[in-house]
């Protein structure tokens, strides 16, 4: 079945410092949806985005879907303590059948 | 209701025993979906809902595990004859259509 791969699987950064996370796919999707997690609670919708192309920004995240449909990245700027979590992309495959499909996370970690 | 609510946050029970876990969807949301994740794993998918009727039920483990909607709304997985494997936090979301995905905070199953 589609699959997306994510990476890094962890970072460490220094608050202040601007932080890059990214998805690919052997296969197309038709959605990129970017999530953040914090211990003890279900994911929280970041970024959606639905065409190719698009460059999508809320605050100081900016997310891409990529032009080739198969992978998408997500960009945090002046990072702050707050932005530790868990950050998973998601999309919808090109089989359309509804399934939204995760990556396995990103653990990010903020020194102050 | 504001958010996607699931029900019972914890749950602990012994190996061999029945549990249901509930879930509300936002009220108009016509896809339901339940994800597990394990322990520091990622999101996996389980089986999703349109109206009452699933048409991806490919994520479920094992004939152990169903899931039933009705009334276009509320949701119960049931997991019979529960094993130690089974314990993690399963999660539920809605969303208009197949859309972005709301979640819930989820149902911590420990399996003793």
């Known amino acids: 079945g589609q699959q997306l791969n994510q990476s890094p699987q962890s970072m460490f950064i220094q608050e202040g410092e601007d932080v890059s996370m990214n998805c690919t796919s052997s296969?197309?999707?038709?959605?990129w949806l970017w999530y953040k997690q914090d211990p003890g609670e279900g994911p929280v919708l970041l970024i959606a985005?639905?065409?190719?192309?698009e460059l999508t920004s809320n605050g100081r995240l900016t997310a891409q879907f990529g032009i080739t449909r198969k992978d998408s990245f997500l960009n945090i700027s002046a990072s702050i303590p707050s932005d530790v979590g868990i950050y998973f992309c998601?999309?919808?495959?090109?089989?359309?059948?509804?399934?939204?499909?995760f990556g396995q996370g990103t653990t990010l970690q903020v020194k102050p | 209701g504001a958010g996607v609510s699931q029900s019972p946050s914890n749950k602990v029970t012994e190996k061999g025993k029945d549990v249901e876990l509930r879930c509300d969807p936002i009220?108009?949301?016509?896809?339901l979906y339940w994800y597990r994740q394990s322990l520091g794993q990622g999101l996996e998918f389980l089986i999703y809902?349109?109206?009452?009727?699933?048409?991806?039920k490919s994520g479920l483990p094992s004939d152990r595990f169903s899931a039933e909607r009705t009334g276009g709304s509320v949701s119960t997985l049931t997991i019979q004859r529960t094993q130690q494997e089974d314990s993690a936090v399963y999660l539920c979301?809605?969303?208009?259509?197949?859309?972005?995905?709301?979640f819930g905070e989820g149902s911590r199953l420990t399996v003793l």
């Open positions: 979301a809605s969303s208009i259509y197949t859309g972005e995905l709301f």
């Open positions: 296969s197309i999707f038709n959605t």
């Open positions: 985005l639905y065409k190719a192309g």
């Open positions: 998601a999309g919808h495959g090109s089989s359309n059948t509804g399934k939204l499909i």
């Open positions: 009220s108009g949301h016509t896809a």
């Open positions: 809902f349109q109206g009452n009727s699933a048409p991806d």
